[in-house]
């Protein structure tokens, strides 16, 4: 993992390049999202959805797995069937699951009791 602030700033400029080229923030102005403006889980999750293969092996230079794992189970994992493909091939490759769809069927509905456990769920 790169330590070097000034590469892991011009890694992730370069990232947040490559999504607003990609049109990841289609519903905000260009000049509005930065690396101020932007979490590191955000930038993670939407270089996960949106980019390719060798700009997600970047993520592995700048982040530690934990944090790209994190960042993934708090913002895509929760899609569900929307991205579930691409989940499933994440939990295999980067997070080596044995049993991929069980992993996501677990982390989702984790994620669903706690919503449930926070007040989110309906009530009879």
Not at 45 to 54: G, I, K, N, P, Q
Not at 69 to 96: M, Q, S
Request: proline share 2%.
């Amino acid at each position: 993992m790169i330590r070097n602030k000034g590469k892991i700033q011009y890694i992730k400029q370069n990232l947040l390049d490559q999504l607003k080229e990609e049109n990841a923030f289609w519903s905000y102005s260009s000049e509005s999202v930065n690396l101020e403006t932007i979490k590191d889980n955000q930038l993670i999750a939407l270089t996960l959805r949106h980019l390719d293969l060798s700009e997600i092996r970047q993520l592995f230079l700048i982040f530690s797995q934990k944090t790209i794992k994190k960042a993934w189970i708090e913002l895509l994992v929760p899609e569900g069937d929307y991205l579930y493909t691409l989940n499933r091939f994440f939990a295999w490759y980067y997070f080596k699951a044995k049993k991929p769809d069980s992993y996501l069927k677990s982390l989702q509905t984790r994620h669903f009791n706690r919503i449930r456990g926070a007040g989110g769920g309906l009530r009879r």
